[in-house]
């Protein structure tokens, strides 16, 4: 009897050896997805702010920007023609589909290779939005123009417990 109580005790500890490294794994994973997840995004807010703020001001037609030249808030969004990553303004990257009603989904498969096959990619997905923000609350989205952007990007990946969440402001001065 006390064989029988020692082996099942044994079989319990082992069990939760086995457990806890399985645990250990998936928090080393998800914390390396995440770490490439917020290089992505950053990546991308990085490529999105080098565009010009408006379609205004790359028009050269425009010899004093104001308010009334920029993009109305309801058609922010990318042009009939572009395609990521050929966007021109910052507001192409608002990657809302108003035909089926979903966010358009960007996939990279570029950034994390496996460790074990150098031709095989984790692939990240990538949506964003691009809305109006004016002072003094710049988390705030408004239906009017104004001087400040607002791209919050969504970043996320098979395998991954939590999508990043990543915003920045941008402004044409």
Do not use: C
């Not at 104001?66 to 507001?91: H, K, M, Q, R």
């Not at 984790?122 to 001087?147: L, M």
């Amino acid at each position: 009897m006390l064989t029988v109580g020692a082996m099942v005790l044994l079989s319990i500890m082992v069990l939760r050896v086995n457990s806890s490294q399985m645990t250990s794994y998936g928090t080393i994973v998800d914390s390396k997805l995440g770490i490439v997840g917020l290089t992505v995004a950053n990546t991308y807010v990085d490529f999105a702010k080098r565009q010009v703020y408006d379609k205004a001001v790359r028009d050269s037609t425009i010899s004093g920007l104001i308010l009334a030249d920029l993009t109305a808030p309801s058609s922010l969004g990318f042009e009939s023609g572009e395609v990521y990553p050929n966007f021109d303004d910052i507001d192409d990257f608002d990657l809302w589909d108003p035909d089926h009603g979903v966010s358009i989904i960007i996939t990279d498969t570029t950034t994390l290779a496996s460790a074990t096959h150098a031709t095989v990619y984790t692939p990240f997905y990538i949506t964003s939005q691009v809305y109006y923000v004016d002072q003094p609350n710049f988390d705030t989205k408004v239906n009017y123009k104004t001087w400040f952007k607002r791209l919050v990007v969504k970043v996320w990946a098979d395998g991954m417990i939590d999508t990043i969440k990543y915003s920045s402001i941008s402004t044409t001065w």
